[in-house]
């Protein structure tokens, strides 16, 4: 093999010995486990001194009853029980789009949907302090924080990448993640590659390994649960029926056979309606509040939807129409049935949901509002508690 020399391999093995003496969860669990006394009544299935195995005992092993001792931990964020551990992005100078090559070179190409206030420079250091402030409300509540930061001056298959901000695109279920293949304006553009790296950040630093990337014409992006056994799924410019056809097989073997997919037809084209506060990600138009409770945006969901909301015995909760617009107001962070995250400007929103009965932890997030995204988008949920289920 070719060896890369002068300043440039120096500079190499260096981020090499770097890499290769961070310790991370599952070195700490791999010394764990060197110091026990191993024997082989440890080993699943084991009959005894001299009799032979059976084959078709390992065969119905469930991975999930051997995921915990392989890497030293459990994960999954598939329901509303109470949150444990979440990743954020550490907010990073190279994620401001007002520096990034394309928006010189093609402003209105860039400029998806007329939504970007390109006379808007995020304040990055602002936004840093509204990350930390975040991490400290999830902290106060019982949740880990993980930080995950990105290579300096990351690129994506098409150029520089941007948004890095957005942790949620990395969906983490029982056992491991999904990989999206997004499908829109600035996710080919400089983002494609993105959720990729997510992915091996959460294997190499938790232990979390990917069950699914999306291939082919697929298009999906991730989508909410209401309840352990309810996953709404928003069905439009960033998800196609080849995407989630592709990942509700892996959904039901994980979650239950049960679970009930409710695919939400996002009205329009668009990513995000500046008119209306309609959104092709279920996560800004549909939120758990409890076992049978939901926040939604009314404009942004399909009749199908509200049909079934009905019928299954929701409690409704709208958001306002004003604050949807300007703060996304229906995207929230479920903390525990009963206790949620909300944007601290859509306060009509939060009152209502608090007239429901549920308690509102407020966050301010201003500055990511900018990028068309809200808290939910922040946040890599990593792993929950079982919480309620509605059906089963």
């Known amino acids: ?178 990989i999206p293949k997004k499908g829109y304006a600035l996710a080919p553009t400089a983002g494609l590659g993105r959720a990729e790296y997510l992915a091996r950040w959460a294997f190499w630093n938790l232990g979390i390994p990917p069950l699914l990337t999306v291939t082919g014409k697929g298009v999906w992006v991730t989508g909410v649960f209401i309840a352990d056994d309810v996953y709404c799924q928003g069905m439009g410019v960033e998800t196609n029926w080849e995407g989630l056809n592709q990942v509700a097989p892996v959904l039901k073997r994980v979650c239950g056979e049960n679970l009930h997919i409710q695919p939400i037809r996002t009205p329009g084209w668009k990513y995000f309606d500046k008119y209306t506060g309609a959104n092709t990600h279920a996560g800004m138009v549909i939120g758990g509040l409890d076992t049978n409770k939901v926040l939604v945006h009314t404009a942004g969901i399909d009749i199908d939807t509200h049909v079934w909301l009905r019928k299954s015995g929701y409690t409704i909760v709208e958001a306002d129409l004003e604050e949807q617009i300007k703060h996304s107001a229906a995207a929230i962070v479920n903390l525990e049935p009963g206790h949620v995250m909300m944007h601290a400007r859509a306060k009509k929103t939060i009152a209502a949901v608090e007239r429901a009965g549920v308690q509102v932890t407020p966050i301010d997030y201003d500055e990511y509002n900018k990028y068309g995204a809200a808290i939910t988008c922040a946040t890599m949920l990593i792993d929950r508690d079982p919480g309620p289920r509605k059906f089963s």
């Open 1 to 178: 093999m070719a060896q890369i020399k002068g300043t440039e391999g120096e500079a190499l093995s260096e981020k090499r010995r770097s890499h290769s003496f961070a310790v991370t969860e599952y070195d700490r669990h791999q010394e764990v486990l060197r110091q026990r006394d191993w024997k082989l009544k440890d080993v699943p299935f084991y009959k005894g001194k001299g009799k032979q195995h059976d084959p078709f005992d390992w065969a119905n092993l469930d991975y999930l009853d051997a995921y915990q001792q392989v890497y030293g931990r459990r994960c999954g964020s598939g329901g509303i029980g109470k949150l444990r551990e979440v990743g954020i992005v550490r907010p990073s100078p190279d994620d401001e789009y007002s520096n990034h090559p394309y928006f010189h070179e093609d402003k209105a190409y860039m400029n998806r949907d007329g939504f970007f206030l390109l006379s808007d420079k995020v304040d990055i250091a602002k936004l840093a302090d509204e990350a930390a402030a975040f991490a400290d409300a999830f902290e106060k509540n019982g949740v880990k924080v993980y930080w995950v930061e990105y290579p300096e001056k990351p690129i994506a298959a098409f150029g520089p990448m941007m948004n890095m901000h957005s942790a949620a695109e990395l969906l983490v279920l029982p056992g491991g993640s999904i």
